[in-house]
């Protein structure tokens, strides 16, 4: 199923979200974030496609790599940390929701706007994952 032709108002609502977190949120940030929540919502059309958008804005394939074990990687500094930590959070949301020490560190390095937008870019990788798992999108073949 193809969201854009089926259900084209919903697919641009959901792009004016991504439009603002690109314009809205580092880049750098932003694709680590994209591809950290595409891979614990098991999205390949997203691990796919925001693995190689990080690499064409010159992001080492080392660090990305390192995304699936952030925790134990030397690679990131206190901003991305905390941001990954935020991701894993709000992917995994919970019956308590995100565990005030996780939001506690971010709310250390990242200023009240800048952690909204990082919370809405969140919220819409999220939004873009269930999507491509739930229409069973796959990237393409060549690339």
Wanted: some cysteine; overall charge negative.
């Amino acid at each position: 199923m193809n969201p854009t032709e089926v259900v084209p108002q919903a697919y641009k609502a959901v792009l004016g979200l991504e439009k603002y977190v690109q314009t809205n949120v580092d880049h750098t940030v932003l694709e680590l974030v994209k591809l950290r929540a595409s891979m614990i919502n098991g999205c390949a059309y997203c691990v796919d496609m925001h693995s190689r958008d990080a690499l064409a804005g010159g992001e080492s394939s080392r660090r990305l790599f390192a995304v699936a074990t952030w925790r134990e990687s030397p690679f990131f500094d206190e901003r991305e940390r905390a941001a990954l930590a935020l991701t894993d959070a709000v992917t995994r949301l919970g019956e308590h929701g995100v565990p005030d020490e996780v939001w506690d560190d971010a709310a250390k390095v990242w200023s009240e706007k800048e952690l909204a937008d990082l919370v809405i870019a969140i919220a819409t990788i999220n939004v873009w994952n269930r999507i491509g798992v739930t229409m069973r999108l796959e990237p393409p073949a060549q690339a």
